[in-house]
């Protein structure tokens, strides 16, 4: 098990920017695919994003081309998330999680930080 910590939600208008961030303390994290995944109220988890452990390939859902950004620098153990133009349909719990392949699938990931809570007002 890898210890995540996700960062950087809270309550912004439609239109605007949040950047939410992963951190491990861990060796594992900067060898592990890391995947954002998002959980709306009613709804199952989903993938946002992933990016593989040496950050060559990503990977988005379709809601997120065009408008967020995975990256990650593996010196500090962390991953970030830039997401801008944020829809009232983007409010989620997101998660950070790790994996050894790039997938979409949640049951591929092994590892979950708690969560942080993103809300986008109209």
């Known amino acids: 098990q890898v210890q995540l910590v996700e960062s950087g939600g809270g309550l912004v208008q439609a239109g605007g920017s949040l950047r939410l961030t992963c951190v491990s303390p861990?060796?594992?994290?900067?060898?592990?695919?890391i995947g954002w995944f998002r959980q709306a109220s009613g709804k199952e988890r989903a993938i946002v994003a992933a990016i593989s452990w040496s950050g060559s390939s990503t990977d988005y859902a379709d809601s997120a081309k065009g408008r967020f950004t995975v990256s990650r620098v593996n010196a500090k153990n962390r991953a970030y998330l830039q997401m801008n133009s944020l829809k009232v349909g983007d409010t989620a719990v997101y998660y950070c999680?790790?994996?050894?392949?790039?997938?979409?699938?949640?049951?591929?990931?092994?590892?979950w930080g708690q969560g942080t809570q993103v809300t986008v007002s109209s």
């Open positions: 861990g060796r594992v994290f900067r060898s592990s695919t």
């Open positions: 999680a790790t994996s050894q392949r790039l997938l979409r699938v949640p049951g591929e990931y092994d590892s």
